[in-house]
């Protein structure tokens, strides 16, 4: 059975920094793509990064160019996002997935994560 584990949310000052941090269980790590998704009050969740199985690829939503980024460390089994300069609208629930299949290469789709964790809040004031 597949967990996902988030930590590393919080409130934080506009412009501020947090690393999220999702540990993996129940699954051979370096095999699967990860994801980083978001879900703000009253919208739908959205995709904001992912990364391959080796970490070779990452793709990351254009709403946060150069500000957030996704890296993985296969020998601890963990997936990682770093948020910079964050803003009031970075606000939501932070969940990290993992992809369906193996050596996932696809569009990035929500369909195409099968394991989901709990989601962590993110809260930034102005």
């Known amino acids: 059975q597949v967990q996902l584990v988030e930590s590393g949310g919080g409130l934080v000052q506009a412009g501020g920094s947090l690393r999220l941090s999702c540990a993996a269980s129940g699954l051979t790590f370096s095999r699967y793509a990860m994801g980083w998704f978001r879900q703000a009050p009253g919208k739908e969740r959205e995709f904001v990064a992912g990364?391959?199985?080796?970490?070779?690829?990452?793709y990351h939503t254009d709403s946060v160019p150069g500000r957030f980024t996704i890296s993985r460390d296969n020998a601890e089994n963990t997936v990682y996002l770093q948020m910079n300069s964050l803003k009031p609208e970075d606000t939501a629930v932070y969940y990290c997935?993992?992809?369906?299949?193996?050596?996932?290469?696809?569009?990035?789709?929500?369909?195409?994560?099968?394991?989901w964790g709990q989601g962590t809040q993110v809260t930034v004031s102005s």
């Open positions: 997935a993992a992809a369906r299949l193996p050596y996932y290469r696809g569009r990035w789709s929500e369909a195409d994560f099968g394991s």
């Open positions: 990364i391959s199985w080796s970490g070779g690829t990452t």
